[in-house]
C-alpha cells in the first residue's frame, strides 16, 4: 500500500508562485511513476504533469507547459510541482498520483493506482 500526502497548497495572487509537495510511503519510490491531477470546480480532473521512475522523462499539459515543473527527489520519497505566473483558471485541488506498475504513468488518470487526498490552490485575480 502507497500512501500520498500533498502540501504547499494555498492562497496566491496572480503572477506568482507555489511549491506544491507530495511525500509518499514505501521503500520503493524509485519504482514509482508519479503524476499530478487538478480538479476545479463543476469540472472533472484534469492531468497537470507527470514524471517517470527516474525522472528522466516528464510531460505537461498544454495550459501550464512552460510555467509548470514536475521534479522528484528519490531520497526524500517527494515529487514536486513547481508552479510559477500563476492564473486564475489554475485554481483547483491538486492532487498526487502513483503508479507503482509502469515506469510513465501518463496523462491517463487510470494508469495510476494511488492517490493523495489532494491541496487546494487558488489563484486571486
Known amino acids: 500500500q502507497v500512501q500520498l500526502v500533498e502540501s504547499g497548497g494555498g492562497l496566491v495572487q496572480a503572477g506568482g508562485s507555489l511549491r506544491l509537495s507530495c511525500a509518499a510511503s514505501?521503500?520503493?519510490?524509485?519504482?514509482?511513476?508519479m503524476g499530478w491531477f487538478r480538479q476545479a470546480p463543476g469540472k472533472e480532473r484534469e492531468f497537470v504533469a507527470g514524471?517517470?521512475?527516474?525522472?528522466?522523462?516528464?510531460d505537461y499539459a498544454d495550459s501550464v507547459k512552460g510555467r509548470f515543473t514536475i521534479s522528484r527527489e528519490n531520497a526524500k520519497n517527494t515529487v514536486y510541482l513547481q508552479m510559477n505566473s500563476l492564473k486564475p483558471e489554475d485554481t483547483a485541488v491538486y492532487f498526487c498520483?502513483?503508479?507503482?506498475?509502469?515506469?510513465?504513468?501518463?496523462?491517463?488518470?487510470?494508469?495510476?493506482?494511488?492517490w493523495g487526498h489532494g491541496t487546494q490552490v487558488t489563484v486571486s485575480s
Open positions: 498520483a502513483a503508479t507503482t506498475t509502469r515506469y510513465y504513468g501518463g496523462s491517463n488518470s487510470a494508469h495510476y493506482d494511488y
Open positions: 514505501g521503500r520503493t519510490f524509485s519504482n514509482y511513476a
Open positions: 514524471i517517470s521512475w527516474s525522472g528522466g522523462s516528464t
